[in-house]
């Protein structure tokens, strides 16, 4: 295809990383088709509106759909290129669930024509692209696909994985590096072809299976990252000594980034992406599987220390500051925060309250508890005792003397400036 004939687009998925996707390609001026199977998403889509939270993303989807360019169904349609945005969520056993890739792959086999490219972006288990070729040449035996034929094939199938982060998506989807896997290098160049209409970083492109692995390598890198920074709060907490101070001064050291401790990883990825590796290689993955136990042990530390905390002090209010898995965001997807909150309010009821200036209700975790969301101001002048669980840039804004005489427990290490009757032990501030 020329470049300047604009294909028409079918994204399947609308969620956070389809909807994002099928409103920058609407914007290159590609008509594009939005396909969910929630009757609520789609509606919510063609009145104009989102449904989830992402930053300048309403006006976005406003314009392209008012300009007629994006549009959403419950049915899939025939188009050029079909991009494949669904969920891979795990099953119990941290087996990978493909299940919602191959029933968009059926969709899109029902309607696939000669010409078409087929490009996965959702985090899948390496040969998952394969298999929704196997899928595909079973579906359509009249169509030659890639990798099965030694004609030139009718259609192009590749993995391009998102690499967004949440908070900064659509400036990301434009400005991040792409990494293009085909089945053939044919199907990559196809591919290619389409992501340069809308994005501005850099292209490369590789196999399928390639691709497929870069991804969930990107996310476990960070995840055993994050686990190295959880596990030396831990030990600087036996050892008495401040661990943001201990990792400020390592880090001056030219090669050495540790990241943040916290209250463990939450998200739909980087908690959930390095178990497909360990899945697919279980003898092989040690240090990937004990990451992964790490981050999730931090949560159930940093509950423990909190309640010992709280055992010790008189029965006054306690205020655990977010729920969002994250900072600047108002996701819960597997919050460490939230369950952290939510596990003291089971134990301490209406003592707790909770400060999420992203949240207009609490979430169903905390039905029948009686904890209470209250704002940042009230919790100030009410809560003697403070537990922050999520780096919001409006915690961290509190001056140093709304916060004097508190008894902070700061699990993100947000406010380094506690004031001096704050007596530090390990990861837990706690007054003298
Ligand atoms: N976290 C820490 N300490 C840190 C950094 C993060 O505890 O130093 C925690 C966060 O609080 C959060 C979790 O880790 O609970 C994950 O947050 P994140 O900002 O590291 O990543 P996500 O899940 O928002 O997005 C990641 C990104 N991957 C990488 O940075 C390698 C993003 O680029 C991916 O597109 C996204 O996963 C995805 O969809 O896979």
């Known amino acids: 295809m020329l470049l300047d004939e604009k294909p028409s687009v079918c994204v399947m998925g609308l969620g956070y990383i389809g909807l994002p996707t099928a409103a920058v390609i609407a914007r290159s001026g590609c008509p594009v088709l939005g396909v969910d199977v929630m009757a609520g998403v789609v509606d919510t889509i063609n009145s104009g509106k989102i449904h989830i939270e992402e930053v300048d993303l309403e006006g976005l989807v406003q314009g392209v759909v008012s300009r007629g360019n994006l549009r959403a169904s419950l049915k899939t349609e025939p188009a050029d290129v079909f991009v494949i945005a669904v969920p891979t969520p795990f099953e119990d056993a941290h087996v990978p669930d493909i299940n919602y890739v191959m029933d968009a792959a059926t969709n899109v086999a029902a309607v696939l024509k000669t010409g078409n490219i087929v490009i996965l972006e959702s985090t899948s288990p390496v040969g998952t ?25 009718d259609i192009a199938i590749a993995y391009c994985p998102e690499r967004v982060l949440p908070g900064k998506i659509l400036e990301e989807l434009t400005n991040n590096d792409r990494c293009i896997g085909g089945i053939t290098p044919r199907c990559a160049r196809k591919a290619l072809g389409f992501y340069r209409r809308f994005v501005r970083g850099e292209c490369v492109t590789t196999s399928a299976r390639a691709a497929e692995m870069t991804k969930l390598v990107e996310n476990s890198y960070r995840d055993v990252n994050i686990a190295f920074a959880n596990e030396l709060s831990i030990v600087a907490d036996k050892m008495e000594l401040d661990v943001w101070e201990v990792i400020r001064l390592a880090n001056r050291h030219p090669r050495v980034n540790i990241l943040r401790p916290g209250p463990g990883v939450g998200g739909h990825c980087i908690a959930v992406d390095p178990w497909f590796i360990i899945h697919s290689a279980p ?43 994250k900072a600047n965001i108002d996701d819960f ?37 009686g904890a209470e969301l209250i704002d940042i101001d009230t919790a100030l002048e009410n809560c003697p005792v403070i537990i922050t669980l999520t780096d919001h840039d409006m915690f961290k804004s509190i001056p140093l003397d709304e916060r004097a ?28």
């Open 405 to 432: 005489g508190k008894v902070v427990y700061d699990t993100r290490g947000i406010w380094p400036d506690q004031p001096d009757n704050v007596q530090v032990v390990g990861d837990l501030r706690l007054a003298s």
């Open 129 to 153: 692209t394969e298999k929704v070729r196997d899928l595909i040449a079973k579906l359509r035996p009249d169509l030659k696909v890639p990798g099965l034929t030694n004609e030139i094939p």
């Open 283 to 325: 003898d092989d993955t040690p240090l990937i599987r004990i990451a992964r136990e790490v981050n999730d042990g931090k949560t159930g530390h940093v509950l423990e220390q909190a309640s010992l905390m709280i055992d010790e002090l008189p029965a006054v209010p306690v205020a655990c500051f977010g729920l969002a898995f």
């Open 333 to 369: 997807r597997e919050s460490p925060a939230l369950k952290i909150a939510a596990k003291l309010a089971r134990r301490y009821g209406s003592r707790i309250k909770i400060v999420e200036p992203y949240a207009s209700e609490l979430p169903a975790a905390f039905d029948g508890t």
